[in-house]
């Protein structure tokens, strides 16, 4: 019988100054608005305004969904920076849950130790676990019975400006969407009334 490989879950945490912290990539947002935010102004003003003039010449954009990955001109912190635009939704749940969905599923096609994200300062303080779902639920394929899987989640994932107990909601919600892609993606040799009931009666013991 065929067995199902779920993707391992990265190591999640937070952290401090995420432009001077070593990762692969560095995510960040671009909201449709005159100033930057506080770590695109700080990159911005450490390269003699080099994000400035990107955005002016087209190449950075901050439509909702677009998606930019550079190769990072700082000395010292991450080794690419990948630029989300998000528009001028940056109040509501589900804006939050795809803009990460979307910087994540940019970031899967090779393996990455450490990705940061800092999109909490785009958007609003109850919106945050939605940023952790977003990326916990953003690389989950349907390909689960793949030898070799089409995508490899990063290592770790650190997060910037987001709280321990909404890293840790969010996670859950994240990993709550993927038992259910996992049940729904199972074929029908596998999932069938019986099992399906196993599987949530056993789901419900593991969490208690």
Not at 10 to 19: F, G, I, K
């Amino acid at each position: 019988m065929l067995e199902s490989n779920p993707l391992p879950s990265p190591n999640l945490d937070s952290v401090e100054d995420p432009a001077n912290q070593q990762a692969d990539v560095m995510v960040v947002a671009l909201p449709e608005d005159v100033s930057l935010p506080p770590t695109l102004k700080q990159i911005n003003e450490a390269t003699d305004g080099w994000l400035s003039r990107l955005i002016e010449l087209g190449e950075i954009k901050s439509d909702k969904g677009e998606a930019c990955l550079l190769a990072s001109p700082l000395a010292n912190g991450p080794t690419m920076i990948l630029v989300i635009g998000v528009g001028n939704d940056t109040s509501s749940r589900s804006a939050a849950f795809e803009s990460a969905a979307i910087a994540i599923r940019k970031l899967v096609d090779r393996p990455r130790s450490r990705v940061i994200f800092a999109l909490a300062e785009c958007f609003d303080t109850g919106t945050h676990d939605s940023i952790v779902a977003g990326d916990i639920s953003g690389f989950e394929g349907q390909s689960i019975y793949r030898s070799v899987p089409k995508v490899v989640p990063p290592t770790q994932i650190s997060f910037h400006g987001i709280s321990a107990a909404d890293i840790d909601r969010g996670s859950v919600i994240g990993e709550s969407i993927n038992h259910v892609r996992r049940l729904v993606n199972e074929p029908p040799a596998m999932i069938y009334p019986e099992s399906f009931a196993q599987r949530a009666s056993q789901l419900a013991t593991d969490v208690g």
